[in-house]
């Protein structure tokens, strides 16, 4: 059954969700939260978008068009209705379509920055579906896998554009492979870890198209402490704190 929420510490933004579907996570507000926008960026695709938390965070930091694509129908049409509540027609575009398809329809070099928060496992005859169908299309690369991500990014995105992951770690080289393989520069990486004195589960990581090497690995975010409370440091990220001081910078 579909609910409206505020969009977790942005009491300024409501979302649709069915929990019995896939809901979003974390790791969409932390890559929100992670990539470089400049006061140039006027395009922005969101590969994957579920019921659009990314665009609805980006909203609150750039006016530049944001368009998310899902595949799924019945979750697009989620997405469409938080745009409308969150009054952002004019800003997001929610598109209901196979993201190969809408590339292969598309001209290149349209996006300043492209995001995306892919399935995180590889299909396998061993791998470990769930009975729920959404949630195994949001787990698990049955419609779109890691390396035609990179090919569609490289071909969409504008040269010196920004392209932004959240993944596994367990699959950071082959990302690192990857970016290089499709013409992005790794620019960027964080490491995201529950708690400390744990080992790292997932990572951010940026890249430029046709961009010059030298790879910053940025502080390390903790997100839990011990009292399962989240960090001051996590609050600090994903309330802007991290972007308005590099912002400061530009």
Not at 159 to 173: H, L
Request: proline residues 4%.
């Amino acid at each position: 059954m579909e609910q409206l929420h505020d969009l977790l510490e942005y009491p300024n933004r409501k979302i649709y969700q069915n929990k019995e579907w896939f809901a979003f996570s974390l790791d969409s507000i932390l890559l929100a939260n992670f990539v470089t926008l400049l006061p140039t960026t006027k395009k922005i695709l969101d590969i994957g978008t579920g019921t659009a938390p990314i665009p609805l965070i980006l909203s609150l930091y750039t006016t530049a068009k944001i368009t998310g694509i899902e595949i799924q129908t019945d979750v697009a049409k989620l997405a469409t209705k938080s745009i409308k509540i969150n009054n952002l027609e004019h800003q997001i575009d929610i598109i209901n379509e196979n993201v190969i398809n809408y590339s292969n329809n598309m001209p290149g070099e349209q996006f300043d920055i492209i995001v995306c928060n892919p399935p995180y496992f590889k299909k396998t005859d061993q791998s470990v579906k769930n009975e729920n169908f959404h949630k195994t299309i949001a787990r698990h690369e049955i419609y779109l896998d890691l390396e035609t991500v990179l090919k569609i990014t490289k071909k969409l995105l504008k040269n010196k554009g920004v392209f932004a992951i959240v993944q596994r770690s367990e699959r950071f080289i082959e990302v690192i492979n990857l970016f290089q393989k499709y013409g992005l520069e790794p620019k960027k990486v964080k490491f995201i870890y529950s708690k400390d004195n744990e080992q790292s589960k997932m990572f951010l990581l940026e890249g430029t198209k046709g961009g010059k090497s030298g790879l910053k690995v940025e502080a390390p975010l903790v997100i839990y402490k011990a009292d399962d409370s989240y960090t001051q440091e996590y609050l600090k990220f994903i309330k802007g704190g991290i972007r308005n001081e590099t912002a400061k910078k530009l």
